[in-house]
């Protein structure tokens, strides 16, 4: 959603041999602020400049942010969220802990819908928070859900979707990274295991793994997708996509020691890789930038499954008032290691979306932006509940 009209970032302002956006109404030291998020790809395409520029800024204070702030759900107030929702529906609902992050919080996903004896109904999972400074990205699952159980009893469609399908809501996979930016630094991306060994004595330890950089699945087939070819361990010369995904610990694009390393990795994929909950799609929530991706992060896509994904990624466009670009995750920069390609190389359909205009929008915006993507859940679970349902 366009949510006002502030500057967008345009190419080819800067003068020869600067190339990038202009930002001239800005200030030389707020320029060059700007200059240096532009480099690191945290100021993109369709990025409300200013607001990103106030939530940079925000984060170097040292203290909680404050403004705009309130109303986003700490960790607690979504558990709480959560376990109210289940008790107002339990027959339909439940909170299921996927495991533990690295300080120890649970990570909680309300499961809407119930698997039948022979685990044939498709299931699904709508995840926020892989990155803790996301912050909109953990209200939307939570609004979604509520929509479903709610409108239950008026709507067939909802009815449909909670009793046809096994929808897993996780609005917050990383639960250290995200209560960190809420409290201390809210610049934080990654999640917040302290890394003491990284494998690579060059290498010293830091803080947190990128956790969109960290999946791998075990399968010596699929080991390329965490680390391509020519990407050497312990070296950050070659770093794939030119530092975009990181052997670097105090990288905010840090892959971690190893492939799955990190346990909140490992609590989602073992949610969405067990064969007993059939999971045959998933949409994982970022921000920001208005865009849909599919796979691959790393690779092409086969031609057969392109066409599946340009036609749900068209469908949910369109619940979108088609303002979003729909294109393949390496056309916003590659990566490796990002869940969606490790989905995509199990049967899995996995897009990533990129939502909104700057990190964290102030608080008042939320039940506006989450009425506004709710409906692309829904299209979805549409989607896939047509196309995988047994007769
Ligand atoms: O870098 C990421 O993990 C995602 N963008 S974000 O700004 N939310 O961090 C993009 C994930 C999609 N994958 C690729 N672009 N390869
Ligand atoms: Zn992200």
């Not at 080819?12 to 602020?33: H, K, T």
């Amino acid at each position: 959603m366009k949510i006002q009209n502030q500057p967008t970032v345009k190419s080819g302002g800067l003068p020869s041999p600067l190339r990038g956006p202009s930002f001239s109404q800005y200030s030389q030291a707020d320029q060059a602020i700007l200059k240096d998020l532009y480099d690191q790809g945290d100021l993109r395409e369709n990025a409300d400049v200013g607001r990103v520029l106030q939530e940079y800024k925000n984060s170097l204070s040292g203290a909680p942010r404050v403004e705009g702030a309130t109303g986003y759900h700490t960790y607690e107030e979504m558990n709480a969220a959560l376990r109210e929702l289940a008790e107002r529906f339990p027959d339909k609902a439940e909170v299921v802990s996927l495991g533990q992050s690295g300080e120890g919080r649970e990570i909680y996903a309300l499961r809407v819908g119930n698997q039948d004896e022979t685990n044939s109904k498709p299931g699904i999972v709508i995840t926020g928070c892989h990155h803790a400074r996301e912050w909109m990205t953990v209200e939307v699952p939570l609004h979604t859900a509520t929509n479903m159980l709610e409108n239950y009893d008026s709507d067939p469609a909802s009815q449909e979707r909670v009793d046809k399908t096994v929808t897993w809501f996780v609005p917050m996979v990383n639960p250290d990274g995200y209560e960190f930016s809420r409290t201390k630094n809210s610049w934080w991306r990654k999640t917040r295991r302290p890394i003491q060994e990284t494998g690579c004595p060059n290498l010293k330890g830091n803080y947190g793994v990128d956790p969109n950089r960290n999946y791998w699945d075990g399968k010596p087939e699929n080991f390329e997708l965490y680390r391509p070819a020519g990407d050497t361990p312990c070296s950050t010369a070659d770093d794939f996509g030119g530092g975009k995904t990181s052997d670097n610990p105090k990288a905010d694009t840090y892959r971690g020691p190893s492939g799955g390393s990190e346990p909140e990795v490992q609590a989602l994929l073992n949610l969405e890789l067990n064969p007993a909950n059939n999971i045959k799609g998933v949409i994982d929530y970022h921000s920001y930038g208005d865009m849909i991706l599919y796979p691959y992060g790393s690779k092409e896509l086969p031609s057969d499954r392109l066409e599946i994904y340009r036609d749900i990624g068209g469908k949910i466009n369109q619940a979108l008032g088609n303002k979003f670009d729909l294109m393949p995750s390496s056309d916003l920069y590659p990566t490796s290691g990002g869940s969606n390609d490790l989905h995509e190389a199990n049967g899995i359909l996995g897009l990533t979306l990129e939502i909104g205009r700057s990190f964290q929008p102030p608080a008042w915006e939320i039940p506006k932006q989450t009425a506004y993507i709710t409906p692309a859940n829904l299209v979805f679970i549409d989607e896939i509940k047509s196309r995988f349902t047994q007769a």
